[in-house]
């Protein structure tokens, strides 16, 4: 048994019952490795995880901030994340403080009542004496950043992680200065004489460390979160998911059905494309929904581009079709990543970012690094060397972050 924090950063349940989360994916990968069934007990604060570790009544709680107190009451292992706190406010603010030192009584910083951030405060404090804050009891994440976006809070203080995937549903928050004292997440064991599970928990971790394996699921949950570039994107993107998604939400849905797909990620790819227009047309004749050139149409047995629901399942069974093609070494939700690549630059240029992440010594299976050398796709001392040629290589690389983003935001389905 498990205990978890329920949040978007932790253990969530998405529209369609399906679980998600980083610790989720954590504890779902060591309940694997040990060969048992994996029971996770939701709890509503930290606190509430920590004392059902104290008092045994579970195996461990994933997912706690390390602090002196918390290691004095169980044994924590190697941490797997570092985060840190951040000061955020509405963007309609203009004279916002710049650092900790005019950070004063008069900004009200409000703050989630959890020991770590008070110990953080407090320690603060001894160097900032006119660093005030008002802790706020029975409150998450979520309905701290509600009352800023809706101007019922000037500031408030987040956890850098929990921020990232926040941000994502109200970007009129903007993000302030960094406070100086970093925390790093991990598992909390019980303090006893049996080891076993600790010593395996540890064993686990430095594996995925060693593997890549951890820095991968890290990359799939915060690899896209840069809000500010992308402010106005997110802003028009929830604004069309009221107007334009009930059009085509139906369409998505029955193609995702037809090849076994998530309708989200489908709905993700159509909005990149379109903006959810099924009119458009770009300057090089792509037309429809899904921005379908009049080659792919006729690959996937297309006739009309313009008429919604062709467009959709035309865009399918191209992206099916890409994602079957992609190299069996390439695993898990990578094998999405590379195939939207392919959707947006094809899968031929691809390949061949992927030769040259290999030629610098980076692993060409992983998204995280092959998109490093994609942009390369435009130097002739790169592209001159490959088999396809010549390519806008930022260009995929822009394209599945914006995708990934409209997907979680559409799965997390959280204001």
């Given at each position: 048994m498990v205990a978890i924090n329920a949040g978007v950063t932790t253990y969530y349940e998405r529209p369609d019952g399906q679980k998600a989360g980083i610790e989720y994916e954590l504890t779902k990968r060591?309940?694997?490795?040990?060969?048992?069934?994996l029971?996770?007990?939701?709890?509503?604060?930290?606190?509430?995880?920590?004392?059902?570790?104290?008092?045994?009544?579970?195996?461990?709680?994933?997912g706690?901030?390390?602090?002196?107190?918390?290691?004095?009451?169980?044994?924590?292992?190697p941490h797997y994340q570092n985060i840190s706190q951040k000061l955020v406010y509405h963007n309609n603010i203009r004279k916002p403080p710049t650092d900790l030192k005019n950070l004063n009584s008069e900004h009200k910083l409000n703050v989630v009542a959890k020991e770590y951030k008070i110990e953080i405060l407090q320690s603060l404090q001894q160097k900032n004496p006119q660093l005030t804050w008002q802790e706020l009891s029975n409150i998450t994440p979520i309905k701290l950043a509600e009352k800023v976006w809706n101007k019922e809070l000037k500031y408030a203080m987040f956890d850098s992680n929990v921020l990232a995937r926040i941000r994502l549903f109200y970007p009129e928050l903007k993000l302030g200065f960094t406070l100086p004292k970093q925390q790093y997440l991990a598992w909390a064991f019980p303090r006893s004489e049996d080891n076993s599970l600790y010593l395996a928990a540890t064993q686990f971790f430095n594996r995925l460390l060693k593997t890549g394996e951890l820095e991968r699921l890290t990359e799939n949950y915060y690899g896209y979160t840069d809000t500010d570039e992308n402010y106005l994107n997110i802003k028009k993107f929830l604004r069309h998911i009221k107007e334009r998604l009930p059009l085509y939400q139906e369409y998505f849905e029955l193609m995702a059905k037809e090849y076994n797909l998530d309708w989200r990620l489908l709905a993700a790819i159509g909005y990149q494309e379109s903006k959810w227009n099924s009119k458009a047309i770009s300057g090089t004749g792509v037309k429809g929904l899904m921005m379908l050139t009049e080659m792919t149409a006729k690959e996937v047995g297309i006739k009309d581009r313009t008429d919604p629901f062709e467009s959709i399942q035309g865009g399918t069974k191209y992206f099916f079709n890409l994602k079957q093609r992609i190299s069996k070494q390439i695993?898990?939700?990578?094998?999405?990543?590379?195939a939207l690549a392919a959707y947006n630059i094809g899968i031929g240029h691809v390949r061949d970012a992927r030769k040259i992440t290999a030629q610098h010594g980076d692993n060409p299976n992983r998204w995280s690094d092959v998109k490093k050398h994609l942009p390369k796709l435009t130097q002739p001392r790169?592209?001159?060397k490959t088999k396809y040629g010549y390519a806008r290589g930022h260009e995929p690389v822009e394209f599945v972050k914006n995708i990934r983003m409209f997907y979680d935001i559409l799965v997390m389905n959280i204001v």
């Open positions: 060591f309940a694997k490795e040990l060969g048992v069934k029971k996770i007990i939701k709890t509503n604060t930290d606190k509430d995880s920590l004392n059902r570790v104290i008092n045994n009544e579970v195996h461990f709680a994933a706690l901030v390390v602090t002196k107190n918390r290691q004095t009451k169980v044994r924590f292992t695993l898990g939700s990578e094998r999405t990543w590379f790169w592209y001159r």
